[in-house]
């Protein structure tokens, strides 16, 4: 196991509602990166954080938000949700930051879907 | 935009063969490269990686080869095995100072016993 962990593990919501997706990173690892991974697709990169504070974005709308908190858990939220949004959310820890950055470690991913 | 592909979405082969996963990229600027292995209802698990300095890096039973010139990466895996059954991703991160990998759509590697 990679030490990631996220809840819930799957989630129903309907559209318009908000949602908070959460994750618990590797002890010492301060870059968290958040991604959506739509059925049959590649994960795509939402934004990364370090130490807190936002560190790069994707391409992905304002109502896409999230927080790093220091005991290495992070969130995402996600406002006015649409039926787009139906997707498996991973979260990866890493150590360093930037170029530097360590090897990824995901977790399982919490699955969404919006009705 | 630039991305990255894979050519083959569905991979079978027999216990014990040598597998080779095909992935293309289109941004020169990319200067890192991996590899990752999902599993059913799993998050992506690091496979290998490789630095745009190299052509070539071995780990155990696999082997990642980096063509820059066509802007291709390879997977091998050797004598493969039905636990290596998954779908197989290739992600490139663009360099300058970040490390925000892009990943491809994946191949299915189906391993029959």
């Known amino acids: 196991e990679t030490g990631v962990t996220q809840s819930p593990t799957h989630l129903i919501k309907t559209r318009g509602q908000q949602v908070t997706l959460r994750c618990s990173s590797q002890s010492g690892h301060n870059t968290v990166s958040w991604y959506q991974q739509a059925l049959g697709q590649g994960p795509q990169f939402i934004f990364q954080?370090?130490?807190?504070?936002?560190?790069g974005r994707g391409n992905f709308p304002p109502r896409f938000s999230g927080l790093q908190f220091p005991n290495y858990s992070s969130e995402l939220n996600v406002n006015a949700l649409e039926l787009d949004d139906s997707a498996l959310y991973l979260c990866?820890?890493?150590?360093?930051?930037?170029?530097?950055?360590?090897?990824?470690?995901f977790g399982p991913g919490t699955r969404l879907t919006v009705l | 935009g630039e991305s990255v592909g894979l050519h083959l979405p569905t991979l079978s082969v027999q216990e014990g063969d040598n597998s080779i996963i095909n992935c293309a990229y289109s941004?020169?600027?990319?200067?890192?490269f991996i590899w990752y292995k999902q599993e059913s209802g799993k998050g992506p698990q690091f496979i290998i990686d490789i630095r745009s300095n190299m052509d070539k890096r071995q780990g155990q039973r696999v082997t990642v080869l980096l063509n820059k010139t066509v802007k291709h990466l390879s997977l091998q895996i050797a004598a493969t095995q039905p636990g290596d059954s998954a779908v197989y991703f290739c992600?490139?991160?663009?360099?300058?100072?970040?490390?925000?990998?892009?990943f491809g759509r994946g191949t299915s590697l189906i391993v029959h016993p």
């Open positions: 990866a820890s890493s150590s360093g930051q930037g170029a530097s950055a360590d090897t990824q470690y």
């Open positions: 941004n020169s600027a990319s200067d890192y």
């Open positions: 954080y370090y130490r807190e504070e936002e560190n």
């Open positions: 992600a490139e991160n663009m360099g300058g100072g970040s490390y925000i990998p892009t």
